[in-house]
């Protein structure tokens, strides 16, 4: 996602720096920093809740205060459901 809409800064960018804004942009880059300081939150933001989310996949796969080990088997029978499959677990 972030990629994605960071590859449309180009359209954006023929929006945002206009020759009436010349020479120093001000509008221009104050619409950048303003979308680069939403990204930077965005990214923390997903960064905690996908260790939340993590954890709570933990805990409720904890056996006994083991971790539970996912054979063969019911992995492949859990594959279909991407990740919402018990043992998918974000990466950090």
């Not at 020479?23 to 990204?39: C, E, K, T, V």
């Not at 923390?44 to 083991?66: H, I, L, S, T, Y």
Request: glycine fraction near 14%; aromatic fraction near 14%; charged fraction near 20%.
């Amino acid at each position: 996602m972030q990629v994605g809409f960071g590859n449309l800064g180009g359209v954006l960018s023929g929006y945002t720096y206009t020759w009436k804004d010349a020479p120093n942009y001000h509008r221009g880059h104050a619409i950048l920093i303003g979308l680069l300081s939403m990204s930077t939150v965005l990214c923390v933001f997903m960064r905690w809740w996908c260790g939340q989310e993590n954890k709570r996949r933990d805990a409720k796969d904890a056996v006994n205060g083991q971790k539970r080990v996912w054979g063969k088997k019911e992995m492949m029978a859990e594959s279909g459901k991407g990740d919402l499959a018990g043992f998918f677990r974000y990466t950090l």
